[in-house]
C-alpha cells in the first residue's frame, strides 16, 4: 500500500483531451471515467504512479480497486480540481484509510472543509481515549495493585475507597486555602495602633491545620508517584510539580524554624503555599476543561503575548521621546514607560502615570485602542475552542449516563425474567403433563419452548452489545 508522500505538488499538463486517453475504474462495482493525464497531474500518489496497472484487470479494460466508492467520489475530485473536500457525512477513520491507500495527504485538505476535518480528528481523538479508559475498567481484574490504583487516581468512580480518598484530598485542599487566608486577618489590636494577625494569635492551631493537610498531601503524593505507570514522565507532570510545591514551603520551614538568620526566606517559601489552590483542577471538570483549552490554544496564546510585547516596546519608546523634555516627567527612561504602557493597553489606567504634552496624549490613545484590538483577535478563538472542548464532555458524559440507563435497565428485566424462571419451570412441567395426557399438541409446546429461548437470547445480546 503507497503511503502519501511529505509533499505533493501537481504538474503543469495541458489538456489536450484528443491524444488523451479515457480510463475507466471500477471501485466495488461502481465505473468512474477520467482522462489520464488528470490523473497523472499528481504523479507521486496511486492513481498519478505506475503502481496502478497493478490493479489493471486485462478482461474488462479497467481498473478494479475493492474501495469504498463514495469516498473515491471525492478522491476522483481532488485530481480534477486539485481541491480535496471532507464529506462531514463519512466516517472519519474510512476517510483517512481511503486517503492513504490512494497515497494523499489529509494536509491537502481543502480551507473550506479543513476546520470541520480537524475538529473531526480531535473528537474521534478524545473518543477513542475514552472508550481506551472504559477498556481499562473492564479489564480491572486483570491489573496489579499498581495499576488499579493509578486507575483509581485517574478515575476516582471505579470504586467506593477511592471515592472516599478523592473527596477526602478535597475537603483538605479547601482547608488549607481558607487556613491560608484566615491567618492573614487582624484578630487582635495591641497598643500603639499594631494589630496581631489570627496566624500569630493561633500558631498551634493553624499549624496543627497545616501539618495534617500536609500529611494528606504527602501520602498521595507518593502513592501517585508508586502508582505512576511511567514515574518520569509523572514528576516531570506540571500537577507533579504543583504538589511538591505545595508541600515543600512546610518541610523546609521546620528546618529554618529555628534559624533566625533565614527566617525572612521561610516567610517568602510560605507564599508558595497559595500553589495548593491549583490541586482543585484533579476535582474540577471544568478547571480541566479550562487547562485543556489554553493548552489547544497556545499559539495563539503565543501569538497575543508576542503583539503584545512588540506593541509595548514601540509606544513606551514613542512616549518616553514625548515627554522627554517634560519638568519632573516620571517617563525618565523606555523601561520606566512600560509600566503606563501595559496599563494603557489592557485598558486598566490606574493614573500613577499620565502624559502632559500633546503627542504624549495622543500615543497614549492610540495606545488604548490598539490594546483592545490587540487583546481582542485571539479571544474569539480561545472562547470557541473551550466551547468545543465543554460540549465534547458533556456528550460524553450523556453516552456514560444513557450506557448505565441502559444496563441498569436489562439487570432489572434479567432479575425479573430469573424471579420468573422458577415459575416457568412449574408451568413447563405442567405443560410437559398436558402433552402426555394429550391435552397439549407438540407444535404448541415447541413454539413456547422457542419463545423464552429466543427471549433470553435477546437479553444476553442486549447486555454484551451495551457493554461493548
Known amino acids: 500500500m503507497p503511503k502519501a508522500p511529505i509533499a505533493i505538488q501537481a504538474k503543469d499538463l495541458a489538456v489536450d483531451h484528443v491524444s488523451d486517453e479515457k480510463l475507466s475504474i471500477n471501485i466495488s462495482g461502481r465505473r468512474f ?12 500518489t496511486l492513481l498519478g504512479s505506475n503502481e496502478k496497472e497493478f490493479f489493471y484487470d486485462e478482461d474488462s479494460g479497467e481498473y478494479f480497486f475493492d474501495r469504498d466508492p463514495d469516498i473515491f467520489r471525492h478522491i476522483l475530485t481532488f485530481y480534477r480540481t486539485g481541491k480535496l473536500h471532507y ?17 494523499i495527504m489529509p494536509d491537502l485538505i481543502s480551507d473550506c472543509c479543513y476546520e470541520d476535518y480537524k475538529d473531526k480528528k480531535r473528537e474521534n481523538q478524545e473518543r477513542l481515549m475514552e472508550e481506551r479508559l472504559e477498556t481499562n475498567e473492564k479489564t480491572k481484574e486483570h491489573l496489579t495493585l499498581q495499576q488499579k490504583m493509578w486507575a483509581a487516581f485517574e478515575n476516582p468512580h471505579t470504586s467506593s475507597i477511592a471515592l472516599v480518598f478523592y473527596y477526602v484530598t ?39 491545620l497545616d501539618t495534617a493537610c ?40 521546620l528546618g529554618l524554624q529555628d534559624n533566625k538568620d533565614v527566617s525572612g526566606a521561610f516567610v517568602t517559601l510560605r507564599v508558595f503555599r497559595v500553589f495548593r489552590i491549583f490541586k482543585f483542577s484533579r476535582h474540577s471538570q471544568g478547571l480541566r476543561i479550562l487547562g485543556y483549552t489554553l493548552k489547544s490554544c497556545a499559539s495563539e496564546l503565543g501569538f497575543l503575548v508576542f503583539s503584545l510585547a ?18 519632573d516627567t516620571r517617563f525618565t527612561s523606555i523601561p520606566s514607560a512600560f509600566w503606563y ?10 493614573g500613577d502615570m499620565v502624559p502632559a504634552t500633546v503627542m504624549g496624549k495622543i500615543v497614549g490613545g492610540i495606545c488604548s ?44 428485566v ?50 454484551r452489545a451495551t457493554v461493548r
Open 33 to 44: 471515467e477520467t482522462w489520464r493525464n488528470t490523473l497523472e497531474k499528481y504523479p507521486e
Open 87 to 103: 464529506p462531514k457525512h463519512e466516517c472519519l477513520v474510512a476517510y483517512d484509510e481511503e486517503l492513504s491507500f490512494f497515497g
Open 170 to 208: 478535597g475537603f483538605f485542599i479547601a482547608v488549607s486555602v481558607l487556613c491560608n487566608i484566615i491567618e492573614t486577618i487582624p484578630c487582635k489590636y495591641i497598643e500603639s495602633g499594631v494589630t496581631l494577625s489570627c496566624g500569630d494569635l493561633y500558631e498551634r492551631q493553624f499549624f496543627v
Open 214 to 253: 500536609v500529611i494528606i498531601f504527602t501520602i498521595e503524593y507518593l502513592l501517585r508517584l508508586f502508582a505512576a505507570p511511567d514515574r518520569c514522565k509523572f514528576l516531570r507532570s506540571i500537577m507533579s510539580v504543583i504538589d511538591v510545591v505545595a508541600i515543600l514551603p512546610y518541610y523546609v520551614g
Open 310 to 327: 512588540m506593541a509595548i516596546i514601540i509606544f513606551a519608546t514613542i512616549m518616553y521621546y514625548a515627554e522627554k523634555k517634560v519638568i
Open 341 to 350: 504602557t501595559i496599563v494603557t493597553m489592557t485598558t486598566l489606567g490606574y
Open 369 to 412: 485602542l490598539s490594546g483592545v484590538l490587540v487583546i481582542a483577535l485571539p479571544v474569539p478563538v480561545i472562547v470557541s475552542n473551550f466551547s468545543r472542548i465543554y460540549h465534547q464532555n458533556q456528550r460524553a458524559d450523556k453516552r456514560k449516563a444513557q450506557k448505565k440507563a441502559r444496563l441498569a435497565r436489562i439487570r432489572i
Open 414 to 463: 434479567k432479575n425479573a425474567s430469573g424471579q420468573a424462571l422458577f415459575s416457568k419451570k412449574k408451568a413447563h412441567e405442567a405443560r410437559m403433563q398436558a402433552f402426555e395426557q394429550g391435552l397439549l399438541s407438540l407444535d404448541a409446546l415447541k413454539d413456547e419452548d422457542i419463545f423464552e429461548i429466543q427471549h433470553h437470547h435477546l437479553l444476553q445480546c442486549l447486555e
